[in-house]
């Protein structure tokens, strides 16, 4: 080194940094993978991160990224050109459905009471404000169609299939799509339908679903039975999921269930069922506590806690407190088209039970069989008198 500096001039306590700023290394058996560049070191990490099988020198890396970013723009050209494409074709099949759909919409005249109801309650919960359209369920927040998404569901798609709903292509293509049995499928959800009849007919149906009608006829008419049934089921399970929810527990939700809570809204309110499922989830949620038991099991056991809890009060062993709604579960568009403007009572599709709501207005054979069910039953007199004090006397004294 001494004779490096005198040859070069250089002072010999220089030459280390000047070594360490000149030198490099060249690695012959590593060579650019795409133009066969030899690759060459200048530092000590570079050596030790080097991948000799699998370099590829600045030039070629650059390319490599420039075609990459091209495949990419390339791959994303081409998913909206489908994307365009199946919307294109999405859009002629649903034109073509609304073209049979207005050939279909039945007369104002020939739609039954029960139908009548069910649009009012669209018109009501729905109805965007110049009353051509619906806006989505996703968007209603300020009174809800009905009380359980699933009959929210089940009242579009009944409306849509009476040709009373129309599609409405341009607004919710992307909510509807085409599936391989060239069926519709539609995403309530988010799906917005143009309504069949002008504003006109439609405040008259409004008006008519308000006034007083014929309750005799409703009330032997199995549909109209049917959906009432169906609002106090949706009102119970509602509330049982969120009651569930609220304690990170989520019971299976299947035909037994319903079934159960069908049984036990034949005979108690909805008023009395929340009182019964809030009971019924709490102590689920203080089964999880005990050694060994899941969220599981504790969701499992929801629906023998129910029935539990439901025989308690039917064979009037357990007294109950009055549940008043939670802000949570609000009365609904259905619920009062269904129940307040039908029998002039306030929020009774909460505080009744169907057979008190119907049977005054029951033929007088039905009724007969109806009274004589209930005098023979002694546990339904028991319950009756529990109950009591939810029913409001003006449902009896308006008859
Ligand atoms: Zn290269």
């Not at 030459?15 to 066969?36: H, T």
């Not at 919960?125 to 806006?135: A, D, Q, R, V």
């Not at 968007?139 to 169609?145: G, K, M, R, T």
């Not at 009971?279 to 629906?303: F, G, L, M, W």
Request: hydrophobic fraction near 35%; aromatic fraction near 10%.
């Amino acid at each position: 080194m001494l004779t490096i500096g005198q040859e070069f001039g250089l002072k010999h306590q220089d030459i280390p940094s000047i070594v360490k700023a000149n030198a490099y290394l060249v690695v012959l058996d590593c060579q650019c993978i795409e133009c066969g560049k030899t690759k060459v070191c200048y530092t000590r990490s570079q050596l030790t991160q080097l991948k000799p099988d699998s370099w590829r020198c600045d030039d070629c890396w650059k390319v490599l990224q420039e075609r990459r970013e091209q495949e990419y723009l390339d791959y994303q050209l081409e998913q909206e050109r489908l994307e365009e494409e199946r919307k294109q074709v999405a859009l002629e099949y649903i034109n073509d459905y609304r073209g049979n759909q207005l050939t279909e919409v039945p007369l104002i005249t020939e739609l039954n009471e029960v139908d009548k109801l069910l649009l009012a309650t669209t018109i009501e919960g729905l109805g965007s404000e110049n009353l051509k359209t619906t806006i989505s369920l996703r968007d209603n927040i300020s009174l809800f169609l009905s009380p359980f998404f699933g009959l929210d569901q089940k009242i579009l798609h009944h409306l849509f299939k009476l040709n009373l709903l129309l599609l409405a292509p341009e607004e919710s293509y992307e909510y509807i799509s085409v599936n391989k049995e060239q069926e519709l499928e539609i995403d309530y959800y988010q799906a917005t339908f143009e309504f069949a009849y002008d504003t006109n007919d439609l405040t008259k149906i409004m008006v008519d679903a308000k006034s007083k009608k014929n309750i005799r006829a409703l009330v032997s008419n199995t549909q109209f039975e049917m959906w009432c049934q169906q609002i106090q089921l949706g009102e119970c399970l509602s509330y049982l999921i969120t009651r569930a929810k609220l304690n990170n527990l989520a019971p299976p939700i299947g035909d037994k269930l319903i079934s159960l809570l069908r049984a036990c809204i034949a005979e108690c309110s909805v008023s009395v069922m929340h009182y019964i499922i809030y009971k019924a989830v709490e102590s689920a949620a203080a089964y999880v506590q005990k050694p060994n038991i899941t969220r599981k099991h504790a969701s499992n056991s929801i629906s023998g806690n129910i029935e539990r809890v439901f025989s308690k009060i039917y064979s009037g062993s357990w007294s109950h407190n009055k549940s008043f709604r939670d802000a949570s579960h609000p009365q609904s568009a259905m619920a009062k088209i269904f129940f307040d403007y039908v029998f002039g009572v306030d929020d009774g599709g909460f505080h009744h039970t169907l057979d008190e709501l119907f049977s005054p207005y029951r033929s007088q054979k039905t009724l007969e069989q109806v009274s004589y069910a209930t005098l023979g039953d002694a546990r339904g007199t028991n319950y009756s008198v529990t109950i009591a004090l939810d029913i409001k006397q003006s449902c009896f004294t308006d008859v």
